[in-house]
């Protein structure tokens, strides 16, 4: 058994710690050899649905403007990845929950490792709707077949001692 894996899944979002832990990838993948894939999944409904008292409810955005952010988002990080010196095997767009998106994509590419961020775009949302709810990094590390490398942006802001 080899102790690297031979293909690393980075699954990017825009954020600050996903910035983190696409530094992260593109390094083991660089030192290891590993073939580097990126994935951006696009939720085709809202995260979090407007209450409705007081209204109608909001128009959610269709399947393809969807699709059009997810892919422009994912064009987007693939440029800021080749950028900083990672070379990309292959580039995934999916549709959908994440934490399902990400870990089906594992399993059909059979990746070694995941490397997430901690706090995606999400994280907006208050700790207790997190506990609640359940964050994406969580479910991937709960619910992966194989190795999660999750990149806390905060541990990065911490003074050096």
Do not use: W
């Amino acid at each position: 058994m080899d102790a690297f894996p031979a293909k690393i899944l980075l699954a990017t979002d825009g954020s600050e710690d996903s910035a983190l832990a696409a530094q992260a990838a593109i390094r083991i993948a660089n030192d290891t050899g590993a073939q580097l894939h990126v994935v951006h999944v696009g939720e085709s409904g809202p995260a979090y649905p407007p209450p409705t008292a007081g209204g109608p409810p909001m128009p959610s955005a269709s399947r393809d403007e969807v699709r059009q952010a997810a892919q422009r988002m994912l064009d987007q990080q693939t440029e800021q990845i080749t950028e900083a010196g990672g070379k990309i095997d292959e580039v995934h767009l999916r549709l959908g929950r994440p934490p399902e998106e990400i870990l089906r994509l594992s399993e059909d590419i059979v990746a070694g490792l995941i490397v997430v961020g901690n706090q995606g775009i999400s994280g907006r949302f208050s700790r207790m709707k997190r506990f609640v709810m359940g964050g994406v990094s969580e479910s991937v590390t709960r619910y992966a077949r194989c190795s999660v490398m999750v990149v806390r942006k905060d541990l990065y802001d911490r003074p050096s001692t």
